[in-house]
């Protein structure tokens, strides 16, 4: 395993502020101020809620070079997405980018036409070769073609020294077992609904989707975990409640990145709005603004800031 600093906590992820189906870049910049000045362990560029899977690579490089710069200005530590369905722009991506200094890269493995475990092997130790001294987190979500079983991410963990984390789904108590057993010295990130299962079990953090609902009462969920375990547990009780009746509904016709920006919409901390880059669908303003209100009654805790 890594002797690297691995990675914890709740990070932030950035969202892309539409304008006429272009990214607003004032708002872009008013978004990363806002994230990093936030109480977020981190912020991260190019997941599912940034829309990673549609972006042009002059977008995704001026996006990169504003973070970076946003975030070292103020200190917060920054990791930034390298993913594409093929795996050499995604070396290229690294290439170009490690001059901006980030924390950490994000990866997830090939796409288009999903690899073998060696194959997987091949691309780690690939991306091992250009990060230096950079480490990686793999994006391992539940959507992927090919999801790693914990021994096979331990077997990749103990070969790319660079290698220190994943993204995934989490589990059950088994799960959890065996995550304790395998990965040693090495960083877990699970959903943002729940860490407060996960953590005392070996979860070491979350690239939440709580988050983006409201960055610092993510923030507050994570710690209260320590410090009151029941009250964490009734707030986190009622976060799937209200996932699971206002939201996960409108999955039947929106993606998980139009179901993110919803949650950041609602949530009503920064620049972002309900829209989606095309061809992708986002929620209605109407819709935004129920949930909103329901937000506000169901999980106060969350807009106490």
Known sequence: M????????IWGTILLPIKNNEIDWVAFKEQVNILCDSNVYGVYTNGTAAEC????EDEFDKLSEIV????????????LGLSHTNPRVCRERAKRLKHLKPNGFQVTLPDWWPPTFEESKNFIMGMQEVVESIY?????????KVLLTLKEI??????????????????????????RELLKNFSVFVPGHTVVFGKPLGANGSYSNVA?????GAVM????IDNDIEKAKNIESRVNNFMKTHIIPLASRLSNTGLDKLLASVGGWGPISEKVLWPYEGASFEEVKKIKVIA??????LFND
């Open 2 to 9: 890594s002797n690297l600093d691995i990675p914890y906590g």
């Open 53 to 56: 899977h549609n972006q042009t």
């Open 68 to 79: 970076a710069g946003i975030a070292i200005k103020k200190n917060k530590k920054f990791q």
């Open 136 to 144: 990686m987190i793999l994006y391992n979500p539940p959507h992927a």
């Open 154 to 179: 331990s077997l990749l963990a103990h070969q790319a020294k660079n290698l220190v984390g994943i993204k995934c789904a989490g589990g059950d108590d088994s799960w959890y077992q065996n995550r």
């Open 212 to 216: 983006c609902l409201s960055p610092n």
């Open 221 to 224: 969920i994570w710690k209260l």
């Open 296 to 301: 506000k009654q169901d999980l106060p805790e």
